[in-house]
């Protein structure tokens, strides 16, 4: 059981964080700063340094719970009964969901970089949550035997091991053409919702539902979904 300082600890994380993603949400994020989220939630900034003890930790934290809680929403959407295309169309609408409920978040995860900052190595398992779901669906494809046999080509120069591991890790059917397909599939998700979400599709697309749902069909039926 934690301690009562732990709990204040945590308690005042907390409210710092929630105080910074509202800052998000007016000023952006290269306009965040400690010492506006210490007066939000009446602290000293010294008292905040604590805490966190740069902006870039802060940034930190926060895309690590943008994308924690961006990969729950594809992972609880995920259903591994269905078949591979209603999976992968499942977690596709998820994933724009939650992009449309949270834009500023968001846009911190996929948006312009935030100038001075650079993502620690620390971020990299959460942003590849989605990847993990989709790849897994990939790989319970070839492995029901769902997924046409491939070449068995694997070109280490091309893609790396890490990424070949979550695009539905080794099986025959799963050669380089499979794995191109599914890292083009996995970021034409980000890459659709990123003109949706900041307006490049005004003027070209008129039912953003229908649209998305077309564009997720056909990456699935690239994929051979």
């Not at 669906?137 to 591991?165: K, Q, V, Y």
């Amino acid at each position: 059981m934690p301690t009562a300082r732990e709990r204040v600890r945590a308690e005042l994380t907390a409210e710092i964080t929630d105080a910074a993603r509202r800052q998000l949400a007016e000023v952006g994020a290269a306009a965040l700063s400690l010492r506006a989220v210490a007066r939000e939630v009446g602290l000293v900034s010294s008292a905040v340094y604590r805490y966190f003890p740069s902006r870039d930790d802060l940034l930190t934290r926060l895309i690590i719970d943008g994308y924690d809680a961006l990969g729950e929403a594809a992972e609880a959407a995920d259903s591994p009964g269905a078949d591979p295309r209603s999976r992968w169309l499942a977690v596709c609408r998820a994933v724009r969901s939650w992009a449309l409920a949270h834009p500023h978040e968001y846009a911190l995860l996929y948006g312009s970089p935030v100038p001075g900052y650079s993502a620690p190595q620390d971020t990299v398992p959460a942003a590849s949550r989605v990847g993990v779901v989709l790849g897994r669906i990939l790989g319970d494809a070839a492995r029901s035997g769902a997924l046409p046999d491939g070449t068995g080509e694997r070109d280490p120069a091309l893609i790396s091991d890490d990424a070949a591991a979550v695009l539905g890790g080794e099986h025959p059917a799963i050669d380089d053409t499979v794995r191109v397909r599914a890292l083009l599939a996995w970021s034409s998700v980000f890459g659709t919702l990123s003109f949706e979400l900041f307006g490049h599709f005004v003027g070209s697309v008129e039912d953003g539902d229908r649209y998305f749902d077309r564009a997720m069909t056909d990456l699935a039926a690239l994929l051979g979904l």
